[in-house]
């Protein structure tokens, strides 16, 4: 039987965001999203962005993201999602994803949610095609040549426990 795993996520604040800013992604997966330290600095000019520190049932904060809801809108983006290393591949990122999504379906009543990549890394496409989302095309990056993966998940696909 699969094991259920639990986290919580709580919006980052003046007492917590250190602890996020010091989480760390391996070394091979730097290049899938700058520093946490960045990204609270950006939310600075986004004031719909959402950041969460995410915990688990110990209410040890073990990763971080940020996502939102453009005001009027009914497209929701996820724009960082990071688990640290030391405890990655236990569940909590499905666990987060999973949470994050049912809050942007079922509290912010968005139709779909859209998130990017690094389309070279297939373990993402499973990781989020784990919950439903598909991915739609590539669009152009500043920091990759490649470019970047959109992949979307509407309600109707969204598959949780
Ligand atoms: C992507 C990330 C959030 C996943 O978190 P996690 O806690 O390790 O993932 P989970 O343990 O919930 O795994 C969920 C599924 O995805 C798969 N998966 C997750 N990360 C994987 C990886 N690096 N390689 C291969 N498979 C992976 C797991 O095998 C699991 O599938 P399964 O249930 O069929 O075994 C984490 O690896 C991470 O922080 N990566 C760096 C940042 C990043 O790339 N963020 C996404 C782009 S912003």
Not at 23 to 44: G, Y
Not at 75 to 90: A, P, Y
Not at 103 to 130: A, H, M, T, W
Request: aromatic share 10%; net charge positive; hydrophobic share 35%.
């Amino acid at each position: 039987m699969e094991k259920i795993v639990t986290i919580k996520l709580k919006p980052i604040n003046s007492s917590n965001w250190e602890e996020c800013a010091n989480l760390n992604v391996s070394a091979d997966q730097m290049s899938a999203l700058p520093s946490n330290l960045f990204s609270i600095a950006e939310l600075n000019f986004y004031p719909q962005t959402k950041a969460v520190a995410i915990l688990n049932t110990k209410d040890k904060i073990i990763g971080f993201a940020t996502y939102g809801t453009p005001e009027n809108e009914k497209v929701s983006k996820i724009f960082r999602l990071m688990i640290d290393e030391k405890h990655q591949g236990k569940g909590y990122g499905r666990a987060a994803l999973t949470e994050i999504a049912k809050e942007l379906f079922f509290k912010n009543n968005s139709d779909e949610i859209q998130v990017c990549y690094d389309p070279n890394r297939s373990s993402l496409k499973n990781f989020y095609g784990s919950i439903g989302f598909k991915e739609k095309e590539l669009l152009p990056c500043k920091r990759r040549r490649e470019g970047k993966m959109l992949a979307v998940l509407s309600c109707d696909d969204f598959h949780f426990e």
